[in-house]
């Protein structure tokens, strides 16, 4: 019964991480749109459109090319537990490596 609640707990964390790695792009586009919004009031002829698009699509492949600068780590660890966590649902014994 403990592997199934260690399932909900992993599967919570996972569901974490992906909000705060998705919140950082979201945070910053929102900025992004916030300057060009603004841009807008000062310079209304200004066809924003034209290049806010792929100004902000590149600020966003950016910021999450940032993002998941460090998730290998991460990754190799949750793939490590994820593993272990299989082995005890299935009362098998896995090796390690």
Known sequence: MSALWGMFD???????????MALAAVISILMVNLSFGILTKVAPTL?????GFPIILSFGLIIL?????????YFDL???QGKNL????????????
């Open 10 to 20: 992993m599967a919570g964390g996972m569901f974490a991480v992906g909000i705060k």
């Open 47 to 51: 066809n924003i459109f034209v290049i």
């Open 65 to 73: 090319w940032f993002t998941l600068n460090g998730f290998n780590e």
């Open 78 to 80: 949750r793939m490590l």
């Open 86 to 97: 299989t082995c005890s649902l299935l009362n098998m014994e896995c090796a390690n490596g």
